[in-house]
């Protein structure tokens, strides 16, 4: 599964950037499964020229939507829809979608 999105330059020189993805807790998981409200789970460096924009794929593994069960010691995946965004950082984020994980 891949996040896909447009990063542009807008300013006056050529420079990089650093997009985010972050994924959203997983609905239905048991109250004592700890999850963080935005967890960083893909990211690329990509630079461009003054004014360029570029179409930017971050693909995200099946890791990037499971929690750690203790009580059976493995990794489960929780369907359902989840949030996603995508910026330059936590204090940045640009873009909201959500991804339906089954």
């Known amino acids: 599964?891949?996040?896909?999105?447009?990063?542009?330059n807008t300013g006056h020189m050529a420079g990089a950037a650093v997009p985010q993805v972050y994924v959203g807790p997983a609905p239905g998981v048991p109250a004592q499964v700890q999850q963080a409200v935005r967890a960083l789970r893909g990211f690329d460096r990509i630079e461009l020229l003054r004014g360029e924009s570029r179409r930017v794929s971050i693909g995200l593994d099946e890791r990037s939507f499971q929690y750690?069960?203790?009580a059976s010691q493995r990794w489960r995946t929780a369907p359902g829809e989840r949030l996603v965004w995508?910026?330059?950082?936590l204090g940045d984020l640009r873009l909201t979608g959500t991804i339906l994980v089954r």
């Not at 995508?86 to 950082?89: A, D, M, S």
Request: avoid cysteine.
């Open 86 to 89: 995508v910026g330059e950082g």
């Open 1 to 8: 599964m891949s996040v896909e999105f447009e990063v542009e």
């Open 68 to 70: 750690w069960d203790s």
